[in-house]
């Protein structure tokens, strides 16, 4: 039996932006519009808040989204949506701004602080807000999913906070607004969005259900990606990969993330790599690692993606997938850790809590292969020095 989450209403393709006010006007009257200083420079922030203004919403807005997200931004962006009385939120951004905007409408609802949520110790009981995601980057999928990922500043401990009530009410997915996006961040949300789709078809929480949107944004990535990284412009590759960010979402939401988000989140709390990008360092070694617990599943992802690969055995068949991915990343220029900068002696240090801290995620426990600590500790010291040239033909 298996429960499965969506909001409550998408509206998706291009344009879709123009319907945000009508949307809005029927959810509330005062707005916080959430976003960051890129989207406010980009002219994004001032349309959003012109059709809101127009279809009669007041709008207050909290750009300070400058990084991923913080407990610190919630609590910022709570204070100004209580002091103005706000009934709905909407966010127009990145996955950190949908993240923010996802923690404040749940606390302002449910009270406390957002890191009460963490592993279930507070369950929201009411609906937060009523909240209008926006996406602009086409890779996160947080405009689809009920998780957030917020960074506790004293702990250091990115949060994946997983509950209904996270859910954003209304998402408005219009693939125009990706166009802006730098070729860097396309990767970075691509190589995202391509995780999201491979580690919800092997989860052990997977289902028919998850499978078909998993196996559709996984296509959609591997054909379009490289498009629409070498030429920003191309509307049809950035409306697919837009489209299988949507899709991946709705996917890992509902059968979860694996061992690459457990690990990766504690790179980006303590070394501020972009998520997509840690992402991406890591998946090269935890797919090989990974990789004889799930061959099969592979192998099926394979001959569906590859049709011709049915004439092949189902271990040459999950080896050559496992080799296109990793081609894929070397085509966009994803670094190894050590390439990125992160100095060898912090991260060797950081490595016991960093393992600790993957692990307390829970999504290393959804992996087909379940690591220890040690083991966990092992692939982060194989992803500092990867070399994508010395596995890739």
């Not at 279809?55 to 610190?72: C, H, K, N, Q």
């Amino acid at each position: 039996m298996h429960t499965i989450h969506f909001p409550r209403q998408v509206v998706y393709g291009e344009d879709s932006l123009k319907k945000v006010g009508e949307i809005a006007r029927q959810e509330g009257k005062h707005a916080l519009l959430i976003s960051d200083p890129v989207m406010n420079e980009l002219g994004n922030v001032a349309a959003c808040r012109q059709l809101l203004e127009e279809a009669g919403v007041d709008v207050i807005t909290y750009l300070g989204v400058e990084s991923e997200p913080t407990d610190m931004y919630v609590d910022e962006a709570l204070f100004i949506c209580l002091e103005a009385a706000c009934d709905l939120i909407v966010s127009i951004g990145g996955g950190s701004c949908i993240d923010t905007a996802k923690a404040v409408s749940v606390v302002m609802t449910n009270g406390g602080f957002v890191s009460d949520y963490m592993n279930q110790r507070t369950i929201a009981g009411n609906e937060g807000l009523p909240l209008i995601a926006i996406p602009t980057t086409g890779g996160t999928g947080s405009e689809v999913t009920d998780a957030t990922v917020i960074t506790n500043e004293e702990t250091g401990v990115k949060m994946m906070i997983k509950q209904p009530a996270f859910m954003p009410k209304i998402a408005i997915v219009d693939p125009l607004l990706t166009l802006s996006t730098p070729k860097n961040t396309t990767a970075a949300v691509g190589i995202d969005s391509l995780t999201h789709a491979l580690e919800a078809y092997i989860s052990k929480r997977a289902h028919p259900f998850t499978d078909q949107f998993a196996r559709s944004s996984f296509q959609l990535i591997m054909e379009n990606l490289k498009d629409a990284y070498q030429d920003g412009d191309n509307i049809t590759a950035r409306s697919n990969t837009m489209f299988a960010s949507m899709q991946a979402g709705m996917a890992f939401s509902n059968a979860s993330v694996c061992l690459v988000h457990g690990m990766s989140r504690p790179i980006g709390a303590l070394f501020h790599v972009p998520h997509g990008i840690s992402n991406a360092m890591l998946l090269p070694v935890v797919l090989e690692y990974s990789k004889h617990a799930c061959e099969e599943r592979l192998y099926k992802l394979a001959c569906h993606v590859y049709p011709k690969l049915k004439n092949v055995s189902a271990s040459e068949g999950a080896n050559r997938l496992v080799q296109r991915i990793l081609t894929l990343c070397e085509d966009l220029n994803i670094p190894n850790l050590g390439s990125w900068g992160i100095d060898r002696g912090e991260f060797e240090r950081a490595l016991p809590k960093m393992a600790d801290d993957a692990l307390m995620s829970g999504s290393p426990a959804n992996n087909p292969e379940v690591p220890t600590k040690e083991e966990i500790i092992d692939l982060y010291q194989q992803a500092y020095h990867y070399q994508y040239s010395s596995k890739t033909t």
